[in-house]
């Protein structure tokens, strides 16, 4: 006699994928018209808020199971925004990339975005964090309408690992890729951005906490694009612009509190006390941010100090939107 069928259905789920997809439906109101993981992935999204604007924001956070991948691990999420919504992608703390069985095993994120007219991404994560003898390879790609109507906010961040016991960049190998490209149903999209980034042990290892880190315990990239990022792309090279050079003069303002090239003394201090180094430029529309600092919280207090100064994100996204940053 034959045993009975399972009355489960074998499920064509691939582990590690995941699906978000962000509609609007009138009068206004966004909803996730799809949200959907496998293990080792898992997606959290709280009720919908307001910003400050009064218009729905939805807030999904990025998970893995234990706080980080394995070797081996592999996550592939897609997201798709809608014309006019706005999305916030979150983390609730550093990504752990555990310890590799061999420099073959390696675990890896691709995220594909797209990004509809008149919609908007802020992708603030909290960094990765490779422990030692970990390899892990990540690539972003979003897709953004060619009339420039599509907004983007995305930070991507790494940290050394465990100081504590002495891992400071001790992995095997870490590799990211951030390409922004032109959404075309009949191809990859005219290539628009691209940024990579490869980490090595034997590049950045060194006698003490120096090697060819100089003392780096976080490096970093921000990337600005588009209409609702306006203001904070004009601010954050405003910023830039106004900090000292080499060999640049001092000046008292009326005030008597000292500045240097429009920057005050004591916030000049803070930066050379916690080792921070960052430059901006402007590429092809987009506003490129790279940094680097001797602590985690040093750069979280600056980078979030910026953002919380130009007020876009906190205005359009609500406080939630830097987390992180906290």
């Not at 950045?204 to 904070?232: D, H, Q």
Request: hydrophobic share 35%; charged share 20%.
């Amino acid at each position: 006699m034959s045993l009975p069928s399972s009355p489960f259905a074998a499920s064509s789920s691939t582990a590690g994928t995941g699906e978000i997809l962000l509609s609007l439906l009138p009068p206004g109101r966004q909803v996730l018209q799809k949200c959907t993981y496998q293990y080792p992935l898992k997606l959290i999204a709280p009720d919908p808020h307001h910003s400050i604007e009064e218009k729905h924001v939805t807030v999904v956070f990025l998970l893995t199971y234990g706080g980080g991948l394995v070797g081996g691990d592999k996550i592939d999420l897609e997201v798709g925004l809608q014309d006019g919504t706005r999305l916030v992608l979150l983390t609730q703390g550093s990504t752990k990339i555990f310890k590799s069985a061999g420099r073959s095993v390696i675990s890896g994120q691709t995220l594909n975005v797209q990004i509809a007219s008149q919609a908007a991404l802020c992708y603030l994560p909290d960094p990765t964090q490779p422990f030692a003898e970990s390899v892990y390879e990540q690539k972003q790609t979003f897709y953004v309408q060619p009339d420039g109507t599509s907004s983007l906010l995305v930070l991507d961040w790494v940290s050394e690992g465990r100081r504590a016991r002495g891992e400071s960049w001790t992995m095997w190998g870490w590799k990211g890729r951030n390409e922004v490209r032109e959404s075309d149903e009949q191809s990859k999209g005219r290539l628009l951005l691209r940024d990579a980034v490869m980490l090595h042990e034997d590049s950045l290892a060194g006698a003490g906490l120096v090697g060819k880190s100089n003392g780096m315990g976080i490096f970093g990239t921000l990337i600005v694009y588009g209409p609702i990022f306006k203001k904070l792309k004009e601010f954050l090279l405003q910023e830039f612009t106004s900090q000292p050079r080499i060999g640049a003069k001092n000046w008292t303002s009326s005030d008597g509190a000292t500045l240097v090239n429009g920057v005050s003394k004591p916030e000049q201090a803070c930066q050379t006390q916690d080792g921070l180094l960052w430059t901006a430029a402007n590429v092809r529309g987009f506003v490129l941010v790279k940094f680097g600092a001797k602590e985690l919280d040093s750069a979280r207090r600056w980078l979030g100090g910026l953002l919380r100064k130009e007020g876009t994100v906190e205005r359009v996204f609500g406080h939630q939107a830097l987390l992180c940053l906290r």
